[in-house]
């Protein structure tokens, strides 16, 4: 027998299956991937009270390989932030992960997609052009990104109102058929 490090209780890894798509052993690996965000600020052994106080800061979490590449890292880390600073819990963490793994359900997935590419509770036409600047790295013209932006508008906007709601997002990333394989890290 060695000596093990027992990282969270059994009703706390029960109550993380619970409320996540992640098995026991995945919610140790979210952990351990955590911890290593910030070894100095998460302890090894968290108590229930730390997982949801103990805040990595939002810089060193967008320094993750899986998110550093993504333009959207820091809408990412203020979707999941429950203070919607960016700076994240390990429950944030594993709400984070959880949301963008393989088990998660596309309506999940669509849910968060909407949520970090929106700023006022709809995708208007500064929202659309945010989000083909991020994709394109400003290889685009001004006018190429408008063009865009009024074509989806044109195309999705079932009721006329020049911005997208969540029911007109959610038809629309219904029929992209990549969109799960896209919205996804896997831990």
Do not use: W
């Not at 969270?8 to 109550?15: H, I, N, P």
């Not at 309506?107 to 994709?135: E, P």
């Not at 074509?151 to 990333?173: M, P």
């Amino acid at each position: 027998m060695g000596n093990k490090v027992v990282t969270f209780t059994d009703q706390q890894l029960e109550d993380y299956q619970d409320c996540t798509f992640f098995t026991r052993k995945d919610i140790l690996r979210v952990h351990k991937r955590f911890r290593e965000t910030s070894p100095e600020l998460v302890p090894e052994v968290m108590t229930e009270g730390q997982a949801t106080s103990i805040q990595v800061p939002r810089d060193r979490i967008e320094k993750m390989p899986e998110l550093v590449e993504n333009p959207f890292k820091g809408r990412i880390c203020e979707a999941f932030s429950r203070q919607g600073d960016g700076n994240l819990t390990f429950e944030d963490f594993l709400d984070l992960l959880s949301v963008f793994s393989e088990q998660a359900p596309r309506d999940i997935k669509v849910f968060y997609a909407f949520k970090i590419y929106v700023f006022d509770g709809f995708i208007g036409q500064s929202d659309l052009l945010s989000v083909i600047t991020a994709l394109t790295a400003n290889d685009l013209t001004t006018e190429e990104r408008q063009q865009i932006a009024d074509k989806v508008i044109e195309e999705s906007d079932v009721d006329g109102d020049g911005k997208l709601s969540f029911l007109e997002f959610e038809h629309v990333i219904t029929r992209a058929p990549d969109f799960i394989s896209t919205f996804h890290i896997r831990i």
